[in-house]
C-alpha cells in the first residue's frame, strides 16, 4: 500500500479521526490511561479505518464529513476491542511485535481494557445522525463476531472443520469488521443503494481474501514474515491450506485425529505442515484468495473513476500478495 497516496487523499480526515479516537478513549484512571496510550501508539496500519475514509471518499463528489470521520474512529476502536478480548481467548503473548496487555497484567485487565474500548466505540455510534442504521448495523457486527470465536472454538476442540464452516468463521471474526468499515463509509456519505451494496460487497471480498493470506502465511511465512508457522495448528485450527490438502486423501479422519491429538504429540506438527506443504493445500487457498481478490476488484466496478477506486483496488491486489 503506498500509505503516502492514501494520507494525500484523507490527510486531514485521517488527522481528525486520530484527534476524535484519542479523546473517546480518554480517562483520569491512570493505569488505564497508560494502557490505552500504549495500545494507539502500537495502532498499526489502521487499515479498517482508512478503507471506511476511502470508500466515503470513493462515493462522494465532495470531502468526507463528520459522520465518515466519527464511523472510521467507532469502528477502529471496535476492532481492537476485540483484539483483546481474542488475546484473552487465545492466550496470546505478542502482537504486532510488542507484548499483549493479557502477557503484562493478565487476563482480567485484558477483558476490562477491551470492555472499556467497547463501550467507547458504543460512545461514537450513539452520536450518529442515522442511529437505527448504525445500531443495527454495528450490533450485527458484534455478533457475528462473538458467533465466530465460539464456532471456531467449537470446531477446535472436534477437529471437524468443513470448508464451509471455515468460510464462515472467517467471515464473522475478520471480514464483518472489513464490511463495517465499508459500508460505514458509503452510509456517512449518504450513498445510493447501489454503491452501498457494492461497498459491503468490496468488504467482505477483501476481508475474505486478508485473512486467508494470513492463515497462508501461517504454513508458508517464515523467514519472509519474521514469524513462527504453525501456530494455527498448535491451536487445532483448521484453516484452508490445511482443508485443501485434505481434499487429496481419500479418508480424512487419521490427519484429524492427529489434530485433535496435538497437544499430547506435538511432534505431529511437522508432520502435519509437511503434508499441506507437499499435498498442495498453499497452492489451494492462493487460489481461493485469487478468486475473493477478483470480487473486490469487481465490486469496485460499480464506483465512479477516482484516485480513490484506484487506492481501494490496489489495497485488494496488494492483499494477495501481502508478507505481514
Given at each position: ?50 478503507l471506511t475514509l476511502l470508500?466515503a471518499k470513493a462515493c ?235 470480487a473486490a476488484l469487481h ?26
Open positions: 500500500m503506498d500509505r503516502e497516496r492514501v494520507m494525500s487523499l484523507i490527510g486531514s480526515d485521517w488527522s481528525r479521526m486520530q484527534t476524535l479516537l484519542r479523546d473517546s478513549l480518554h480517562t483520569d484512571v491512570g493505569l488505564l490511561g497508560d494502557i490505552n496510550g500504549s495500545l494507539l501508539s502500537n495502532s498499526g496500519k489502521m487499515l479498517r479505518p482508512m470508500v462522494s463528489d465532495g470531502e468526507p464529513g463528520e459522520e465518515s470521520v466519527r464511523k472510521a474512529a467507532a469502528v477502529e476502536i471496535l476492532h481492537n476491542a476485540t483484539l483483546l478480548h481474542d488475546d484473552v481467548a487465545d492466550e496470546a503473548m505478542i502482537r504486532r511485535g510488542s507484548p499483549t496487555v493479557m502477557s503484562r497484567l493478565g487476563p482480567v485487565p485484558a477483558v476490562l481494557v477491551g470492555d472499556f474500548w467497547l463501550a467507547s466505540a458504543v460512545g461514537l455510534v450513539a452520536e450518529s445522525s442515522d442511529l437505527k442504521w448504525t445500531l443495527r448495523k454495528f450490533g450485527r457486527t458484534l455478533t457475528d463476531l462473538a458467533e465466530g470465536e465460539m464456532l471456531q472454538q467449537q470446531k477446535a476442540f472436534l477437529a471437524d472443520t468443513t470448508e464451509e464452516e471455515y468460510l464462515r468463521i472467517i467471515y464473522c471474526k475478520t471480514a464483518s469488521l472489513f464490511v463495517i468499515a465499508c459500508e460505514s463509509g458509503a452510509k456517512s456519505v449518504a450513498a445510493p443503494d447501489a454503491l452501498m451494496a457494492a461497498a459491503g460487497d468490496y468488504g467482505r471480498a477483501l476481508g475474505m481474501a486478508f485473512q486467508i493470506r494470513d492463515d497462508i502465511l501461517d504454513y508458508s511465512g517464515g523467514e519472509k514474515t519474521g514469524k513462527p508457522v504453525g501456530i494455527d495448528l498448535r491451536e487445532q485450527k483448521i484453516t484452508l491450506p490445511l482443508l485443501g490438502a485434505l481434499r487429496t486423501l481419500s479418508g480424512e479422519e487419521e490427519v484429524r485425529k492427529m489434530i485433535r491429538g496435538i497437544h499430547d504429540h506435538p511432534d505431529d506438527l511437522g508432520r502435519l505442515h509437511d503434508f499441506v506443504l507437499r499435498s498442495g493445500g498453499v497452492e489451494y487457498a492462493e487460489n481461493k484468495l485469487k478468486e475473493y481478490v477478483a465490486a469496485l466496478e460499480a464506483f465512479p473513476a477516482s484516485a480513490a477506486r484506484e487506492v481501494l483496488a490496489g489495497i485488494a491486489e496488494e492483499s494477495a500478495d501481502r508478507t505481514k
